[in-house]
């Protein structure tokens, strides 16, 4: 019996549509609607990354735009509070229909890496719902909020630098899996 095999298809597919299913409301509920409202986008949405002075921008942005403030306490109260659980899980599921742990990448692998590549949507999960406090502390009125801006540019590229490597990895067990002889 292979490592995944238990794990049906239809629920990593299931996972996967519930998570595009939170994304779109995420986009379409809040993040093009605080674009439209103060003609700059939620820094969640900065794939390459920002700075402390984006945060900052930020900050005032926000303290000018009561409507800009609700939009963003909504997303991380409301979507943002499930979707980085949903992907965690869909890209922990991933790593495990795709890979036995001992034997990753087409050869016998030790036991604690295959381990520890199966902590790294984790990573991602912790990094993102850290973003997500740092942003809510950040732009809001706490007397940490100094502190919770300088640490938000960390967490955002914490966050994607563990789900790029998700990705990568998934990718390419995936097409191990598919090259390989006794693919199911």
Known sequence: ???GSAIP???????AAL???VLAWTTFGFVVPFKHETGQAVLDTYFAGYDEAAVFHMQKLLDENETATRLLRAM?????LIFPALL???LFLAFVKLGPAGAWFGR???PLAAKVAYLLPFLYGIADYGENIASLIAFGDSGSANLAAELLPWMTRLKFASLAICFILIARLSILRWLSPGRD
């Not at 298809?9 to 996972?15: E, R, S, T």
């Not at 991380?76 to 943002?80: A, D, L, M």
């Open 1 to 3: 019996m292979k490592a």
């Open 9 to 15: 298809f239809w629920i990593v597919a299931l996972l």
């Open 19 to 21: 998570c595009l299913a």
């Open 76 to 80: 991380y109260f409301g979507p943002e």
């Open 88 to 90: 965690t899980a869909l």
């Open 108 to 110: 016998s692998e030790h």
